[in-house]
T-cell receptor, first 109, second 112 residues
Framework: EDQVTQSPEALRLQEGESSSLNCSYT??????LFWYRQDPGKGPEFLFT???AGEEKEKERLKATLTKKESFLHITAPKPEDSATYLC??????????FGTGTRLQVFP | NAGVTQTPKFQVLKTGQSMTLQCAQD?????MSWYRQDPGMGLRLIHY???????DQGEVPNGYNVSRSTTEDFPLRLLSAAPSQTSVYFC???????????FGEGSRLTVL
């Protein structure tokens, strides 16, 4: 069964304290792994797509990496405005996205 | 650019009532979809469409209907609302079969 698990469920960081969010998956025929950011009361906003193991993508303080079993979203020197829920999703060969339950990140000044 | 627009943003229904959640996109995307988001669960696909006149069921289609008469619009109909349909609903679109989804702001529905 295709499955996506995100950890931790919630993460509290001090401003400037770097950390990583994890997305582990089991899927038949991975055709892409996606990271989204979701602010309270808003729709998810696209961040990254990764297609193959070893691929990395960066945007400001965020870097996403991919292995054959999991993806990490590294947050370097986070700021309070990085506070949000981060969602991971995978596209299997059925072409229907499967979403994880998200990691709620809070960054305190 | 408006992107994906959903209306209404909030709605309260009584059990048994029907209603339609509206979704429109101005990006000329072929693919449109509806998701529901519940606490402790990932976004779950309700219905999707790969083009005008074509719709298909997702993971949780029961109690919902959709139609796609134009490229721009993809309404979601609740036939007879139940408390289990209390949720936040998101419409999303993308170009073709690959690429990222663009989401609307969401519609929060409460069924009493």
């Amino acid at each position: 069964e295709d499955q996506v698990t995100q950890s931790p469920e919630a993460l509290r960081l001090q401003e400037g304290e770097s950390s990583s969010l994890n997305c582990s998956y089991t899927v038949s025929g991975l055709r892409g792994l996606f990271w989204y950011r979701q602010d309270p009361g808003k729709g998810p906003e696209f961040l990254f797509t990764l297609y193959s193991a070893g691929e990395e993508k960066e945007k400001e303080r965020l870097k996403a990496t991919l292995t054959k079993k999991e993806s990490f979203l590294h947050i370097t020197a986070p700021k309070p405005e990085d506070s949000a829920t981060y969602l991971c999703a995978v596209r299997p060969d059925t072409d229907k996205l499967i979403f994880g339950t998200g990691t709620r990140l809070q960054v305190f000044p | 650019n408006a992107g994906v627009t959903q209306t209404p943003k909030f709605q309260v229904l009584k059990t048994g009532q029907s209603m339609t959640l509206q979704c429109a996109q101005d990006m000329n995307h072929e693919y449109m979809s509806w998701y529901r988001q519940d606490p402790g669960m990932g976004l779950r696909l309700i219905h999707y469409s790969v083009g005008a006149g074509i719709t298909d069921q997702g993971e949780v289609p029961n109690g919902y209907n959709v139609s796609r008469s134009t490229t721009e619009d993809f309404p979601l109909r609740l036939l007879s609302a139940a408390p289990s349909q209390t949720s936040v609903y998101f419409c999303a679109s993308k170009r073709g079969s690959t690429g990222e989804l663009f989401f609307g702001e969401g519609s929060r529905l409460t069924v009493l």
